[in-house]
């Protein structure tokens, strides 16, 4: 008695096919479970052979062995419960699977009882199997709506094993679960406007935002820096199809997904306290970190000097290249984690240094502010103040304008960039290279006189200097000049806040 049940698993961010082999023969009643399978999977026995007794199957006193091929690919996680059970109940005689075999994929968890529960990673599994040409996929009921994103294949939902095995036995009919959630206009329920006043930070942000430009926020503490970080996401064009099912991704294998495809860009804010592995990925069974779960959005890290130094080296790579790869002794992934930087900081220990009262010596406020990593600041290209405004200053102002008209604005640059860097592989005017700089930044002769002169006067490192030119290539391009001019330039230097204040401490 032998049957064979195609069912599926993760590795990184893609789906891979697993084939579920039981077979059922006279010897000492047993259960062997073999195919390089994790502990999780191990348990799987147990939970199976309870479901399948508590929906009032009659066990036989056999051997049962149950093989998960191929055998080289290490597998992790419950979601063979339900395959295994359906295997184990055909090679029983209940079902006659001959004819569903590379025809469904089938992944679930099993309780005790018999339930389904959700599993992690079903949307690549979803895509796998319609790669494959699979007709259907069998999942469990929670994670309908991430199934049902992948076109051209149906998918069948189901809250316990017995429904399956009627359905399988052609005694329940059952639809396709065909409700899509997908609706690509703006989804946001926070606004730029919500903030009243603060026309410069706006501005900054604005310009950051459209260059795809790093930031951070020099700010006391209550001046707004985390309102102002959660509604960037706003001013970022709307997700792509692509980009969406990228991230939708990520989440689905996280096991972060409770609906649908995501449709708008994530915010992500992880606590100082984070370790590398939260911040980066990894596991001894892979989970995605921070950086990729803020892929096609915003990474947020406030109170940015309380992070160790350790901690923030390893978004490096991420800030470079847009993925991470992450090896382990059990597997090795690549993973997409291409995300705006954005960071926030006191200016000092005590948070108001500048702003009154702050009791810090000048040596504890530079250390303070060492404790940021040089490679990390190096990636970021705009900082900048972010004032505590008092209340009765902010009562007569408004919101000023809405995310939409500033995001217009924004979507302008991006086209002009895409112009510009149509024949190399730039994206952005932040990725724009030192050694390229004089090609795609031209300035007038008023405009470079200015530059030489502020750079002596703050002492900018040539590091700086080149930021401050890739920053005005971009306020250039938000009031549509080719040529960068004395105003674009003067605007960038004011973003540069933390070489000034370092300066100044000297
Ligand atoms: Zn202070």
Known sequence: MYSKISSANVIGVDGFLVDVEVDISNGIPSVIL????????????????????????????KKIRINLAPADMRKEGSLFDLPIAIGILSALGYIDYSEFYKKYVIIGELSLDGKIRKV??????????????????????????????????????????????????????KEPFDEKKE?????????????RGQWAVKRAIEVAVAGGHNLLMLGPPGSGKTMFAKRIPTLLPPLSKEEALETTKIYSIAGLLNSGIIKVRPFRNPHHSISDVGLIGGGSYFQPGEVSLAHNGVLFLDELPEFSRKTLEVLRQPLEDGYVIISRANYKVKIPSKFMLVCA??????????????????????????????????????????????????????????????????????EIQKLRFKDS??????????????????????????????????????????KIIKVSRTIADLSNSDIIKVEHIAEAVSYRVLDKLNNSLV
Do not use: W
């Open 34 to 61: 073999v195919g390089l399978a994790e502990t999780s999977v191990k348990e799987a026995k147990e939970r199976v052979m309870s479901a399948i007794k508590n929906m009032g199957f009659s066990m036989p006193s």
């Open 120 to 173: 992690k990673g079903v949307l690549p599994i979803c895509l796998m199997a319609r790669e494959l040409n699979y007709e259907g996929i069998i999942v469990p009921y929670e994670n309908r709506y991430e199934a049902s994103i992948v076109d051209d294949i149906k998918v069948y939902p189901f809250d316990n094993l017995i429904d399956v095995v009627k359905f399988l036995r052609g005694e329940l009919n």
């Open 183 to 195: 609706d690509f206009t703006n989804a946001y329920d926070l606004d730029i406007s919500d903030i």
């Open 345 to 414: 900081m006191n200016p000092c220990p005590c948070g108001y240094f500048g702003y009154g009262n702050c009791k810090c010596s000048t040596y504890q406020i530079k250390q303070y502010q060492n404790k940021i990593s040089g490679p990390l600041l190096d990636r970021i290209d705009i900082h900048i103040e972010v004032p505590n405004i008092p209340y009765e200053e902010l009562k007569y102002k408004d919101g000023g304008e809405s995310s939409y008209v500033i995001r217009e604005r924004i979507l302008k640059v991006y």
């Open 425 to 466: 592989k730039i994206r952005t005017n932040s990725q724009i290279p030192e050694r390229e700089i004089s090609k795609f930044c031209k300035m007038d002769i008023k405009a470079e006189e200015f530059l030489m002169n502020v750079s002596k006067k703050f002492g900018f490192s040539a590091r700086a200097i080149h």
